[in-house]
């Protein structure tokens, strides 16, 4: 690579750990760089996992150490996902995703009208009385989970829609555990790549430098402008990100 190759992939992954900590869709950004870099899909798709692990990895501590993140109680929601991820990344290593990606870009457009429409929801903390019992909350997840295995890109908006609207979490908590149960089943649906040498280690770790530092500089912005911020700033990324899914731009 030219040297200022390795300067897009840091900063990128900067904008990146920015966006997946605040909302998601981070990777709609580095899996088309990691592309255009010359690897095949499915490895960039595999080699964004590192990334993506030591991203939440930071952004996990930040958010504990902001004290809005209860590690007991995302990590007993995150068992699902855990599970799902398998199945979805099992899938991922065989699969073309361009018809999964519009399928989800039209799921996203209604996601954008829900919050739209439904601001309360995403502002107000309803933990106490969960909109949904909670062996349908599992069931949930599990699907997530498979999709997070599959894809990444776009998973933090499906939990962060499961925590507020299924849990009845506030947006800034409902982050919180969000990039929790990521961490959580990263390495699995990573080591199902890397079992089928679909990962470049040394373009996985230089992405992670970036992404690193922006998942510290999006948590500091979570906790510190709140779940109003959050609201609008998820609306933007889902339509972005829908109007890439569905090939508009």
């Known amino acids: 690579m030219e040297w200022y190759h390795f300067l897009a992939v840091i900063g990128v992954g900067f904008l990146a750990g920015i966006i997946n900590t605040l909302a998601a869709s981070g990777s709609l950004l580095t899996l088309p760089l990691l592309i255009a870099l010359g690897l095949p899909p499915i490895e960039a798709n595999g080699t964004n996992r590192i990334a993506i692990l030591l991203q939440n990895v930071v952004a996990v501590g ?36 361009d018809l999964m990606g519009k399928a989800i870009g039209g799921v996203l457009v209604l996601m954008f009208f829900v919050i739209l429409l439904r601001p309360s929801r995403f502002l107000n903390s309803q933990e106490g009385n969960p909109p949904v019992p909670r062996w349908l909350q599992y069931i949930i997840f599990f699907f997530v989970g498979v999709y997070g295995g599959f894809l990444q ?16 979490f506030d947006l800034v908590k409902a982050n919180g555990i969000k990039v929790l149960i990521i961490l959580l089943y990263t390495p699995i649906a990573l080591a199902v790549f890397m079992l089928n040498d679909q990962v470049n280690y040394g373009m996985g770790f230089l992405l992670a430098a970036g992404n690193m530092l922006g998942a510290w500089v999006g948590a500091n912005m979570a906790v510190k402008w709140g779940a109003a911020f959050l609201r609008y700033f998820l609306l933007v990324a889902i339509l972005i990100a829908s109007l890439k899914l569905l090939n508009i731009f």
Do not use: E, H, M, W
């Open 153 to 168: 890109a776009g998973v933090g908006f499906f939990l962060l829609t499961s925590l507020v609207l299924g849990c009845g």
């Open 62 to 97: 930040r958010f504990r150490q902001k004290k809005v993140l209860d590690l007991k109680q995302g990590s007993l929601i995150g068992i699902p996902a855990i599970i799902g991820s398998i199945v979805g990344a099992q899938i991922a290593v065989s699969i073309d995703n």
